[in-house]
């Protein structure tokens, strides 16, 4: 199974790609992690933050492979813990599937996106920067993964 972080923005910080990455190279080959980096809609004085919101979103669903189970990261989507993420992950990959997971830009994702997911999780309620959200994903996502494999790091 592959699964995909489509999220809006780029440019990150070294600290952040070095955490990101961190997780990702544990993962093993049928857990594939790819980060796809979206640009941020244009934003300034003038302009309308409705439409920075749609090109993104419009980059977005482009972005979302055909087949792709939908998972919208979003604040009022469930809470998952970790455990729970390690039984989704085990359904998805039981589905034949891969996934994409979509982050937003700073205004949020756009309403077709959040309308086109199949599923929308919360990582907390807590305003979290989007750097964070990358680390934070793609840990818990190893971290599931070591709970569907009995490996010890869960403990």
Not at 31 to 57: C, N, T, V, W, Y
Not at 72 to 96: C, F, I, P, R, Y
Request: net charge neutral; aromatic share 6%.
């Amino acid at each position: 199974m592959k699964v995909r972080l489509l999220a809006v923005g780029g440019k990150m910080p070294d600290w952040v790609t070095q955490g990101f990455n961190e997780y990702v190279k544990r993962l093993p080959n049928e857990m594939a992690f790819e980060l796809i980096e979206l640009p941020l809609g244009h934003r300034g004085k003038s302009s309308d933050p409705a439409k920075a919101i749609r090109q993104e979103g419009d980059a977005m669903l482009a972005a979302i492979p055909k087949g792709d189970r939908v998972i919208a990261l979003e604040v009022n989507g469930k809470n998952w813990s970790t455990e729970q993420l390690a039984e989704q992950m085990q359904n998805w990959q039981m589905d034949g599937c891969n996934v994409s997971l979509l982050v937003g830009g700073p205004d949020g994702l756009d309403r077709r996106c959040v309308e086109l997911a199949d599923q929308k999780w919360s990582l907390s309620g807590l305003t979290m920067p989007h750097p964070l959200v990358r680390i934070l994903l793609a840990e818990q996502v190893y971290r599931a993964w070591t709970i569907t494999k009995g490996h010890p790091y869960h403990k």
